[in-house]
């Protein structure tokens, strides 16, 4: 018996692209229907979600894994992500081998950055958002990575975010002190873990 355009769905966490449901069998015409009809949402260009499910708690988030799968989250979303800022992103900042093509996203907005290939590949974790796998970089990766960027970012949020990163997440300086030296910034982190100690 053929699954329906829903069950597929389901059992594909409830979203999909629209390559990925036209690999199911589901034809771009029917994705249109069901959208049409109320039963799916287009969530971004390509990317269609089932209306039944509960609210995304990051919809950007998943909207970028979706979309730009090779895309890691950096920087101010990837501190906010960890509640390490105060900060509201503005868009969502990724990361990108320094190959590959720039993506292009209607919406969110698209901060992207890229990165040489160590840096790209070290400190990527991926967490579980709404059924979808994002990657993010880890909390120690990202204040290595806040400190190469930041003239672009600002030291009083590199800084704001050394601090709550002491308070709310377990202080791995081994590990920060590696990512300074994968960014190449660990003369520039040095004094500032020192005072922190």
């Not at 769905?9 to 979203?15: I, M």
């Not at 949402?41 to 730009?68: F, H, K, M, W």
């Not at 979303?77 to 105060?86: P, V």
């Not at 081994?174 to 100690?197: F, G, H, S, W």
């Amino acid at each position: 018996m053929k699954q329906s355009p829903e069950d597929i769905f389901r059992a594909n966490g409830g979203q999909l692209r629209m390559s990925e449901a036209i690999a199911h069998g589901i034809s771009r015409y029917m994705l249109y229907a069901l959208s049409d009809r109320g039963v799916l949402e287009q969530l971004s260009r390509g990317v269609y979600r089932l209306v039944e499910l509960p609210p995304i708690g990051n919809p950007d988030l998943v909207t970028v894994a979706l979309r730009v799968p090779n895309a890691v989250v950096c920087l101010i979303s990837a501190l906010a992500f960890h509640e390490i800022t105060t900060q509201i992103p503005h868009g969502v900042s990724v990361a990108i081998p320094p190959q590959a093509r720039r993506p292009a996203l209607d919406h969110p907005p698209l901060f992207v950055h890229r990165f040489s290939v160590q840096s790209y590949r070290a400190g990527a974790e991926e967490h579980l958002i709404d059924g979808v796998p994002v990657k993010i970089y880890s909390p120690e990766k990202t204040i290595a990575d806040c400190f190469k960027f930041r003239n672009k970012i600002g030291m009083d949020v590199v800084l704001e975010a050394l601090k709550l990163y002491k308070i709310r997440k377990p202080f791995k300086l081994a590990a920060l002190l590696d990512y300074a030296k994968i960014c190449r910034v660990q003369n520039v982190m040095r004094p500032y873990l020192e005072a922190t100690l």
